[in-house]
T-cell receptor, first 117, second 113 residues
Framework: NAGVTQTPKFRVLKTGQSMTLLCAQDMNHEYMYWYRQDPGMGLRLIHYSVGEGTTAKGEVPDGYNVSRLKKQNFLLGLESAAPSQTSVYFC????????????????FGPGTRLTVL | RKEVEQDPGPFNVPEGATVAFNCTYSNSASQSFFWYRQDCRKEPKLLMSVYSSGNEDGRFTAQLNRASQYISLLIRDSKLSDSATYLCVVNTLRMDSSYKLIFGSGTRLLVRP
């Protein structure tokens, strides 16, 4: 069981370049999330997905797009990178729990450190 | 006002000490609560969920006070390996019936020999 994996681990981009971050989980979790973490700030939710084929915006979605074509994968795309997107990006997944739909414990990937010059 | 607030610290304590962190939340509709631990340059990992009745896991005790809208984490007999950042996480049901999970910025703990 690999849990949640993220690729790449590190990346340096120039302003205006595009890239895709890949997240994969092998725990059969329904929910998946993308966060960014900046110094002095909590994790901020970019986008999330409550199931295959569905995505929704989080707190800071601008400049990012996502897709969840398969249950186990959640992709985060940056179409035109900006220096403000320099951050550590974490993917997470969680189980659907109970009839209320409340998500369970979140399991995080190791993170992707992105620098945009 | 932030939805979830934590004292950033650092809390600098000697080995063996007892240390407590609080976390306040602003939305009374918040439904579930968690403490996560994050080591430097690593991903957050669940330390414990926080139940209404309070819960204990070895040296760690978590409590919830709904009336005053805060949760707490108590660490007894601190170890060097407890040095980390502790994140408070609050799960709130929104008007559209979706859930919003909010992370605090974290409280940094340093345990010295």
């Amino acid at each position: 069981n690999a849990g949640v994996t993220q690729t790449p681990k590190f990346r340096v981009l120039k302003t205006g370049q595009s890239m895709t971050l890949l997240c994969a989980q092998d725990m059969n979790h329904e929910y998946m999330y993308w966060y960014r973490q900046d110094p002095g700030m909590g994790l901020r939710l970019i986008h999330y997905s409550v199931g295959e084929g569905t995505t929704a915006k989080g707190e800071v979605p601008d400049g990012y797009n996502v897709s969840r074509l398969k249950k186990q994968n959640f992709l985060l795309g940056l179409e035109s990178a900006a220096p403000s997107q320099t951050s550590v990006y974490f993917c997470a997944s969680s189980k659907f729990r109970g009839t209320s739909g409340s998500p369970g414990e979140q399991f995080f990937g190791p993170g992707t450190r992105l620098t945009v010059l | 006002r932030k939805e979830v607030e934590q004292d950033p610290g650092p809390f600098n304590v000697p080995e063996g000490a007892t240390v407590a962190f609080n976390c306040t939340y602003s939305n009374s509709a918040s439904q579930s609560f968690f403490w996560y631990r994050q080591d430097c340059r690593k991903e957050p990992k669940l330390l414990m969920s926080v139940y209404s009745s309070g819960n204990e896991d070895g040296r760690f005790t978590a409590q919830l006070n709904r009336a005053s809208q805060y949760i707490s984490l108590l660490i007894r007999d601190s170890k060097l390996s407890d040095s980390a950042t502790y994140l408070c996480v609050v799960n709130t049901l929104r008007m559209d019936s979706s859930y919003k999970l909010i992370f605090g910025s974290g409280t940094r703990l340093l345990v010295r020999p």
